[in-house]
């Protein structure tokens, strides 16, 4: 039994040898056989990097032959043949319904008669309240003051021992359109809840990746000019609907000369913020020959204006949990959508 065990392991050890000089000398059955079916190790990783080898060849020579039939086609004067789009998981994402469009009237007539269209339409000025849980921690404070350079017209009010209903009568009586509540766990930030007022609503966004300014490398300083706001891919009507309720929180007329952008950007569902500010720079660039000997530039140097982005953070992601009718409340609350587990189904399904 044992001389046959041994005989056929060098059969098999021969078999394979075989089989990777067939691979070298015929390639087309190389494309059939998959790398992982190899046992062993070594023979394994040398067929694996060199069908990756020939895959990398292959792409750059593709890459070659496209650049080289836009270029003739540019010097005959013709059109360039169409640039490939990659596909993503953004650009073949389920077809949703509620996408808004550019002709949906409905839609148009739903955001005059909105909770955010005496803010958006300047009849109201902005005005926000901001407070934390209960149990703050020690980062929560740095948050809230970053968050108070950010938003214009911005108050923060210690949380004490009251209850979020009598905050929320409270900010009524004193005329405030929005509430933001910074919720810490284990001394970090995890949520923010939004509620609008004086109707609603109440939207949860689970809150990661918070990054604070001192954090941040070479940021800068922001001024208390009146901010641009960027929203970028709120598509659907409950994305038109969160991005409005964003909106309602800055001024609309923003002051130009502060050079404030404050950009909430969705992409699968993950609101991105960031917060920068612009910076010009004037940069000498010197034309013209060089002596040998004296080794000095003879010519004119000319200026260049450049433009470019400073952060000046915070930086966070946030992910909406909930969006409820009306000012908080978590008895009696109508709920306009909920995040649950089964709708994760499908990597290309997203609801902003």
């Not at 059955?29 to 694996?48: C, F, T």
């Not at 955010?116 to 948050?143: D, Y």
């Not at 209903?165 to 939004?194: C, G, M, Q, W």
């Not at 009146?226 to 994305?239: A, I, S």
Request: net charge positive; aromatic share 8%.
């Amino acid at each position: 039994m044992a001389k046959e065990k041994k005989r056929k392991a060098a059969e098999e050890a021969v078999d394979g040898d075989d089989y990777i000089e067939r691979e070298d000398k015929n390639p087309k059955k190389q494309k059939l056989i998959l790398a992982s079916q190899i046992k062993n190790k070594e023979k394994r990783s040398a067929v694996y990097a060199k069908l990756k080898h020939e895959k990398r060849v292959e792409k750059r020579k593709k890459i070659k032959a496209r650049d080289a039939a836009s270029k003739q086609a540019l010097e005959l004067g013709e059109e360039p043949p169409e640039k490939m789009v990659p596909r993503t998981i953004e650009n073949t994402r389920e077809l949703d319904e509620t996408v808004c469009r550019p002709d949906d009237e409905e839609l148009f007539a739903g955001n005059d008669a909105d909770e955010f269209s005496a803010v958006l339409k300047q009849q109201t000025a902005p005005k926000v309240l901001i407070t934390t849980c209960r149990f703050n921690s020690s980062r929560g404070p740095a948050f809230i003051k970053e968050l108070l350079s950010v938003i214009p017209n911005a108050q923060y009010y210690k949380r004490g021992t009251y209850e979020l209903k009598k905050i929320v009568e409270y900010a009524k009586n004193k005329e405030f359109t929005s509430i933001i509540v910074v919720h810490t766990n284990r001394r970090e930030p995890d949520a923010l809840l939004l509620i609008g007022l004086p109707d609603g609503p109440t939207a949860h966004f689970r809150l990661s990746n918070l990054v604070l300014r001192k954090d941040i490398k070479n940021h800068g300083n922001p001024t208390s000019h009146e901010p641009e706001l960027v929203l970028n891919n709120f598509t659907t009507r409950l994305g038109h609907r969160v991005g409005r309720m964003i909106q309602s929180l800055f001024p609309q007329v923003p002051n130009f000369r502060g050079r404030r952008v404050v950009t909430f950007h969705n992409q699968r569902d993950f609101i991105f913020f960031r917060h920068h500010r612009y910076v010009f720079e004037v940069k000498e660039k010197k034309e013209g020959l060089k002596d040998k000997k004296s080794k000095a530039s003879q010519g004119k140097t000319e200026k260049k204006a450049i433009a470019r982005l400073q952060e000046c953070g915070p930086r966070f992601t946030l992910k909406l949990v909930s969006l409820q009718h009306g000012t908080f409340d978590t008895k009696g609350g109508e709920f306009e959508w909920v995040h649950k587990a089964d709708m994760d189904t499908s990597r290309r399904r997203f609801f902003i």
